[in-house]
């Protein structure tokens, strides 16, 4: 499995370390309140202005490569 899920937390086969990674070098441009989202699945929402919200989604695990 090339991205496994959340729930996936042994050492060995997680992929935290990647989105902790993520967070670290994105912090520039998001706000802390993704953190949390962000380290558990690489996935934020943040408003933007009103009316108008940026959403962005992890689509690593719909790829069909990752079995």
């Not at 670290?24 to 943040?46: I, M």
């Amino acid at each position: 499995m090339n991205f496994p899920p959340p729930f996936v937390d042994s050492p060995e086969s997680s992929i935290s370390w990647l989105y902790d990674e993520l967070d670290v070098q994105w912090r520039k441009w998001l706000p802390s309140s993704v953190s949390n989202t962000l380290r558990r699945g690489a996935f934020y929402s943040v408003l933007v202005r009103p009316g108008f919200r940026l959403i962005s989604l992890n689509m690593n695990y719909c790829n069909n490569k990752n079995w």
